[in-house]
T-cell receptor, first 114, second 118 residues
Framework: AQSVTQLGSHVSVSEGALVLLRCNYSSSVPPYLFWYVQYPNQGLQLLLKYTSAATLVKGINGFEAEFKKSETSFHLTKPSAHMSDAAEYFCAVSDRVSQGNLIFGKGTKLSVKP | DTGVSQDPRHKITKRGQNVTFRCDPISEHNRLYWYRQTLGQGPEFLTYFQNEAQLEKSRLLSDRFSAERPKGSFSTLEIQRTEQGDSAMYLC????????????????FGPGTRLTVL
């Protein structure tokens, strides 16, 4: 079965510091991986996705993620945190065994201190 | 393109009552998904439609839940005889699911309906 694990339910960084949100996946087939962001009382917005092309994927708002097959990881990074980045971030894998629904991790809440 | 919309945004009901939620996908998106999100968890898949056909249901979707997508446009999710454990955010997403993109096609989420069962 496919799954994702997000390490750290809560990450706190200072404004301007590096953001690193961790995601590890488990999949019996080559995975398609996604990062979504959720602001309070809102739906999810796609940040970026990996679809087996380039292993370094650039997304919106300055975020990027690198697919590392040897580590089964897809960590999300941003060089310099901004106050507006405070939100909850979800890593997800597309269920290719089934019909394409997303399987989400439990999420990581990012706090940004001034 | 106005995005995925959901109605109502909030619903408070008493245990045992029936509730119905509506989702309007992005026009011409042939796939529509329902997810449920409880506090501190990621969204969990409930069911999805390809046009008007409901093709898969999660084991989370008990027989008190029913979903429809008549004419392949908007969708409704009904919960009968609500229980306190049904309290959650119900999210709808739509996707073009092209033959080229398939499982890589982006799912676009609505703002969700927050259900509170008293």
């Amino acid at each position: 079965a496919q799954s994702v694990t997000q390490l750290g339910s809560h990450v706190s960084v200072s404004e301007g510091a590096l953001v690193l949100l961790r995601c590890n996946y488990s999949s019996s087939v080559p995975p398609y991986l996604f990062w979504y962001v959720q602001y309070p009382n809102q739906g999810l917005q796609l940040l970026l996705k990996y679809t087996s092309a380039a292993t370094l994927v650039k997304g919106i708002n300055g975020f990027e993620a690198e697919f590392k097959k040897s580590e089964t990881s897809f960590h999300l990074t941003k060089p310099s945190a901004h106050m507006s980045d405070a939100a909850e971030y979800f890593c997800a894998v597309s269920d290719r065994v089934s019909q394409g629904n997303l399987i989400f991790g439990k999420g990581t809440k990012l706090s940004v201190k001034p | 393109d106005t995005g995925v919309s959901q109605d109502p945004r909030h619903k408070i009901t008493k245990r045992g009552q029936n509730v119905t939620f509506r989702c309007d996908p992005i026009s011409e998106h042939n796939r529509l998904y329902w997810y449920r999100q409880t506090l501190g968890q990621g969204p969990e898949f409930l069911t999805y439609f390809q046009n008007e056909a409901q093709l898969e249901k999660s084991r989370l979707l008990s027989d008190r839940f029913s979903a429809e997508r008549p004419k392949g446009s908007f969708s409704t999710l009904e919960i009968q005889r609500t229980e306190q454990g049904d309290s959650a955010m119900y999210l709808c997403a739509s996707s073009p699911f092209t033959l080229a993109g398939g499982h890589t096609d982006t799912q676009y989420f609505g703002p969700g309906t927050r259900l509170t069962v008293l």
